[in-house]
């Protein structure tokens, strides 16, 4: 059975950093492509970063130069490192890990909440 848990999330002011991490259990991430996504109140869930088993990074416009994405293949484990945080980066964030193109497993969130 897999089971993904955030943690790491939190109130945060603006300019701001956070370091949400991602276990996984019952799944390799590192034989998958793996990846964090947000939904703000209202909006529909995006994809904020991801990367591939080849370690091919990929993010959000909004994002780029802000956040890292990175995983320990020891522990098992993904991070978001989200730096010079803004109000607009408030939004329940997920992980999630694709196997193949069919499946897909999400973690249950962690709110982040930039404000001052």
């Known amino acids: 059975q897999v089971h993904l848990v955030e943690s790491g999330g939190g109130l945060v002011q603006p300019g701001g950093s956070l370091r949400l991490s991602c276990a996984a259990s019952g799944i390799i991430f590192s034989a998958n492509v793996v990846g964090w996504y947000r939904q703000a109140p209202g909006k529909q869930r995006e994809l904020v970063a991801s990367?591939?088993?080849?370690?091919?990074?990929n993010y959000a416009d909004s994002v780029k130069g802000r956040f890292t994405i990175s995983r320990d293949s020891i522990k098992n484990t993904m991070y978001l490192q989200m730096n010079s945080l803004k109000p607009e980066d408030t939004a329940v964030y997920y992980c999630?890990?694709?196997?193949?193109?069919?499946?897909?497993?999400w973690g249950r969130g962690t709110q982040v909440t930039v404000s001052s």
């Open positions: 999630k890990v694709a196997v193949g193109t069919i499946l897909s497993y």
């Open positions: 990367i591939t088993s080849g370690g091919i990074t």
